[in-house]
C-alpha cells in the first residue's frame, strides 16, 4: 500500500498539482485506502477454513439424529446470514469510500469532470435493487481464463500495430480494447502496451498513467515487473525524480530476478538516486 500510495501521489504530479492542500489531500486518500485495503483482507479471510468440520450429529435415535440435523441447519443457515451482511456492509462502505476517492481524485486533476454514471460496485455488480452480487474469486492467469469472441484477434492486432511502430493506431486500439472487454485477463499487458504506445508518440504523462493501470490491474502477473519500472522510468523523464527513484527501488524489492530489475538498477544510476 505504502507503493501504492506514493505511485498515486507521482501520477498526480505530473497534472501538475503541487500546492500544499493538495499534498494533505492525497494523504487522506492514502489513509483511506490503507483502511480499504485493511477491510478487503478481512472479507478474504471469510473465505479461508479454520479446521476440519465436526458437527454434532450424534443421537441414539433416527428421530434425534433428524433433530441434530435441523439444529445444525438451523445454525448454519444463521451464521450464512451474519456473514451475509458483514460482507454487503463492507461491500457498501467499500463501494461508497472508492466513490468519494474517485471525487477527490478528481478534483486535483485539471479539466476532470465526474460522470453520471454510478460508481461500479465492490467486488460485484448491482442488481438494481441495492444488493451487490459476490461473486466468488476466480483465477487470474491468462491461460485458465476464457475469452470473449474476437478479444485475442483484437489484442494481436494492436500489438501488431505497435510492432510495426505505429503508435498512434496501436494507442486507439489498445484504448479501444479496454472499453470492449473490461476486466480482461489481458488488460495488464494491454495497458502496458498501450504506454508504450503513448511513449512513442511522445505523450509521457498519459504513458505513465497507463504503466500504473498495469500494474495495478495485476501486481503480482507476469507483467508487473515491466509496468512497473516503465512507471518509474516515465517518472524520471517527467522531471518526479523521488518519485521515480522510489517507485524504480521497488522493482528489484518485488521482482528481484526479473530482467526489469537490472533495468531498473540502471536506470536509478542514470537518475542519480542515492
Do not use: K
Given at each position: 500500500m505504502r507503493l501504492?500510495?506514493?505511485?498515486?501521489?507521482?501520477?498526480?504530479?505530473?497534472?501538475?498539482?503541487?500546492?500544499?492542500?493538495?499534498?494533505?489531500?492525497?494523504?487522506?486518500?492514502?489513509?483511506?485506502?490503507?483502511?480499504?485495503?485493511?477491510e478487503i483482507q478481512r472479507l478474504k479471510r471469510e473465505f479461508s477454513t479454520t479446521g476440519s468440520p465436526a458437527p454434532n450429529?450424534?443421537?441414539?435415535?433416527?428421530?434425534e439424529r433428524v433433530d441434530a440435523i435441523e439444529a445444525e441447519l438451523q445454525r448454519l443457515t444463521r451464521q450464512t446470514e451474519q456473514l451475509n451482511q458483514r460482507v454487503q456492509n463492507i461491500v457498501t462502505d467499500g463501494t461508497n469510500r472508492i466513490g468519494d476517492l474517485e471525487f477527490r481524485l478528481c478534483e486535483l486533476e485539471t479539466n476532470c469532470e465526474i460522470s453520471g454514471e454510478p460508481t461500479s460496485t465492490l467486488g460485484g455488480e448491482d442488481t438494481?435493487?441495492?444488493?451487490?452480487?459476490?461473486?466468488?474469486?476466480?483465477?487470474?492467469?491468462?491461460?485458465?481464463?476464457?475469452?470473449?469472441?474476437?478479444?485475442q484477434a483484437d489484442f494481436n492486432d494492436a500489438s501488431q500495430a505497435l510492432a510495426d511502430g505505429d503508435f498512434q493506431t496501436a494507442a486507439t486500439k489498445f484504448?479501444?480494447?479496454?472499453?470492449?472487454?473490461?476486466?480482461?485477463?489481458?488488460a495488464p499487458e494491454a495497458h502496458l502496451k498501450r504506454g508504450q504506445a503513448l511513449e512513442g508518440m511522445g505523450d509521457t504523462?498519459?504513458?505513465?498513467?497507463?504503466?500504473?493501470?498495469?500494474?495495478t490491474g495485476d501486481s503480482e502477473g507476469a507483467v508487473a515487473p515491466e509496468a512497473l519500472y516503465e512507471l518509474g522510468a516515465a517518472l524520471g523523464r517527467?522531471?518526479?525524480?523521488?518519485?521515480?527513484?522510489?517507485?524504480?527501488?521497488?522493482?528489484?524489492v518485488r521482482f528481484p530476478s526479473s530482467g526489469p530489475a537490472s533495468n531498473a538498477t540502471q536506470e536509478m544510476a542514470s537518475l542519480g538516486c542515492s
Open positions: 501504492a500510495g506514493w505511485v498515486l501521489a507521482a501520477v498526480v504530479a505530473t497534472a501538475g498539482v503541487a500546492q500544499a492542500q493538495d499534498q494533505q489531500t492525497l494523504a487522506d486518500i492514502r489513509q483511506e485506502l490503507t483502511v480499504l485495503h485493511v450429529l450424534s443421537g441414539s435415535s433416527v428421530l438494481g435493487s441495492g444488493t451487490a452480487v459476490i461473486t466468488p474469486a476466480t483465477p487470474t492467469a491468462t491461460e485458465q481464463a476464457e475469452l470473449a469472441v474476437g478479444e484504448a479501444q480494447f479496454d472499453t470492449s472487454y473490461p476486466g480482461s485477463p489481458l504523462r498519459e504513458a505513465a498513467r497507463a504503466f500504473l493501470a498495469s500494474f517527467l522531471g518526479q525524480t523521488d518519485q521515480a527513484c522510489i517507485t524504480l527501488s521497488e522493482v528489484g
